[in-house]
């Protein structure tokens, strides 16, 4: 392990939100020192949400003002000038919103997954330190049930089976002594099986927690992104209820994103005062649990600085190790020279051999688990990713929140106009003369005669009386044709209200789309025909 992953220093930015004013809801000033449990300290991180909470507040109400001033404060809007310009506007702030909503929406999935990968890392270095717990407490009950157990039983029998010869007798005793001696270093050791128990529970909390977190933001910022992109397609189908659906959606994302900043900006100062001093809130944490040699021990890992507990675990080892070699010793001379005498006590000093090694394989796990880097670097991990990528994170979010409540702010704003504008188009259509056949709207005007759908058209029936040139032209004549028969003629001509298909009544010339046959058609008609088509054809 490097030096420099040795040593954990705070991000700059964990120090300024550390500085953020910490007040309660009395508004009296709280200390900053991570303190959970204290009731003042929670309501400092509540305030910071109530902040955001005011924010959403006059942001509302600047939006209910603005709304109200665009409905009675209304301009001139017939002048080609002044609508120009407000549509020149509204196109500009929609495209400002458009925008804006994606930059957020593209720091909120970054932020996202910064936050969520500080929490895994988090999560990862809790399960780690537990294994490695879990490993000392599996090493140190396995050492001392096979002393206790084992070994005794095997020295009571051989104890029995040595009894005419008092100098094996006498090593078998002494052996009884260096095992009690390997029970009573072990039982030294620190507990660690409530701390264990602590750790696995933290990590389980946690990764719960930030399951459901991360999945809720995914679906705010899919929900944004949809929002952002069905107003834009509101706004240029002219789709009025398409706009209004958009702007009540627009207003719930808007309390969403105040409410998320809310939260984001507690739970990042709430981090950030833990990050300043987090081995002080350990040391707190843990003084009931385990002494605080021990945690200065695993937290600090100096190996310049001498520390009580590391001393004490070297010489309760090394106790360990000589006690292990000594009895070891012993089993070889019993083997040497009591076996030719006592030929059955061959199978239990075997097994008391193979016991002895097993425990100084053990020996050797433990003092690698016992000692203070692997647990300081599973805690260096955790430091690292919360104060580094998890409050990141919670910052990018934040950022988001902003970015996000900026857009539909200005969404809330722009659709309103554009419908108006909307309206105002349609308004003027509906202004226009009924009979004018250049109004946009004469179509659906002329769904609603139903005695005009059931006439033929004058190109069908011309064309079941034969051949169209055996007409004759009648000399053409100007009249002055009133509009309702030119209008008649535009049904007759097959019921479009395309224009340029409409024989023009009275005048002496068609349009030039009219094709020199339907002229020469329209131009050959007689009496029968026209009494035929009856009173709706004459003018």
């Given amino acids: 392990m490097s030096s420099a992953q040795m040593n954990y220093i705070a991000p700059w930015w964990s120090y300024w939100l550390n500085q953020?004013?910490?007040?309660?809801?009395?508004?009296?000033?709280?200390?900053?020192?991570?303190?959970?449990?204290?009731?003042?300290?929670?309501?400092?991180?509540i305030f910071l949400g109530c902040v955001a909470a005011a924010g959403l507040g006059v942001n509302l109400l600047c939006l209910a003002i603005y709304l109200s001033c665009l409905c009675c404060c209304r301009k001139d809007e017939e002048e080609e000038e002044s609508k120009k310009s407000n549509s020149c506007c509204v196109t500009w702030a929609a495209v400002a919103a458009g925008l804006i909503c994606c930059v957020a929406v593209g720091v909120g999935f970054y932020g996202n997954s910064e936050t969520n990968d500080g929490v895994y890392q988090l999560t990862y270095s809790l399960y780690n330190a537990n294994n490695t717990l879990a490993g000392v407490d599996s090493l140190v009950t396995g050492t001392m049930g096979g002393m206790q157990r084992g070994l005794k039983e095997r020295l009571s029998r051989l104890d029995e089976l040595f009894a005419t010869r008092g100098d094996f007798v006498q090593t078998l005793h002494f052996m009884q002594q260096m095992s009690?001696?390997?029970?009573?270093?072990?039982?030294?050791?620190?507990?660690?099986?409530?701390?264990?128990?602590?750790?696995?529970?933290?990590?389980?909390?946690?990764?719960?927690?930030?399951?459901?977190?991360?999945?809720?933001?995914?679906?705010?910022?899919?929900?944004?992104?949809?929002?952002?992109?069905?107003?834009?397609?509101?706004?240029?189908?002219?789709?009025?209820?398409?706009?209004?659906?958009?702007?009540?959606?627009?207003?719930?994302?808007?309390i969403l994103s105040w409410a998320s900043l809310g939260a984001d900006m507690a739970t990042a100062v709430g981090t950030s005062d833990f990050c300043v001093a987090p081995d002080k809130f350990l040391m707190n944490l843990t003084k009931d649990i385990i002494s605080s040699d021990i945690m200065h021990y695993y937290l600090y890992c100096s190996q310049t600085l001498p520390n009580p507990f590391q001393q004490f675990v070297l010489q309760s080892l090394t106790v360990f190790q000589r006690s292990l070699t000594t009895m070891q010793i012993q089993i070889q001379g019993l083997l040497q020279f009591a076996v030719p005498l006592f030929p059955t006590a061959k199978g239990d000093l075997l097994n008391i051999q193979y016991l002895l090694n097993n425990s100084e394989a053990s020996l050797h796990q433990l003092t690698a688990l016992l000692d203070c880097r692997g647990l300081n670097k599973d805690y260096l991990d955790a430091l690292i990713g919360v104060c580094y990528d998890g409050v990141e994170g919670l910052l990018y979010l934040c950022l988001f929140s902003l970015l996000a409540a900026c857009a539909f702010s200005v969404m809330l704003c722009t659709i309103p106009r554009a419908w108006r504008q909307i309206a105002n188009?349609?308004?003027?259509?509906?202004?226009?003369?009924?009979?004018?056949?250049?109004?946009?709207?004469?179509?659906?005007?002329?769904?609603?005669?139903?005695?005009?759908?059931?006439?033929?058209?004058?190109?069908?029936?011309?064309?079941?009386?034969?051949?169209?040139?055996?007409?004759?032209?009648?000399?053409?004549?100007?009249?002055?044709?009133?509009?309702?028969?030119?209008?008649?003629?535009?049904?007759?001509?097959?019921?479009?209200?395309?224009?340029?298909?409409?024989?023009?009544?009275?005048?002496?010339?068609?349009?030039?789309?009219?094709?020199?046959?339907?002229?020469?058609?329209?131009?050959?008609?007689?009496?029968?025909?026209?009494?035929?088509?009856?009173?709706?054809?004459?003018?």
């Fill in 180 to 254: 009690d001696n390997i029970i009573k270093q072990l039982l030294g050791l620190p507990d660690w099986d409530k701390a264990k128990v602590n750790l696995v529970s933290i990590a389980e909390q946690t990764a719960y927690v930030e399951y459901y977190r991360w999945l809720t933001y995914l679906l705010i910022l899919i929900l944004d992104l949809v929002i952002c992109l069905a107003a834009c397609l509101g706004l240029a189908k002219q789709s009025r209820w398409l706009l209004t659906t958009m702007m009540v959606f627009g207003v719930l994302t808007l």
């Fill in 20 to 45: 953020f004013p910490h007040v309660n809801l009395r508004f009296q000033p709280v200390d900053h020192t991570f303190k959970p449990q204290e009731e003042n300290y929670q309501q400092s991180l």
């Fill in 425 to 539: 188009r349609e308004r003027n259509y509906d202004d226009m003369d009924d009979g004018d056949p250049f109004n946009p709207q004469s179509r659906r005007m002329m769904s609603h005669h139903p005695h005009q759908g059931n006439m033929h058209s004058f190109c069908s029936y011309s064309s079941s009386m034969g051949s169209q040139t055996s007409l004759h032209p009648p000399t053409q004549t100007v009249t002055n044709a009133p509009l309702s028969e030119y209008m008649n003629q535009s049904v007759l001509f097959g019921g479009n209200p395309r224009f340029e298909n409409v024989p023009l009544i009275g005048r002496g010339s068609p349009p030039p789309s009219y094709s020199p046959t339907m002229r020469a058609t329209y131009l050959c008609m007689t009496e029968d025909q026209i009494r035929h088509f009856g009173e709706d054809f004459r003018a």
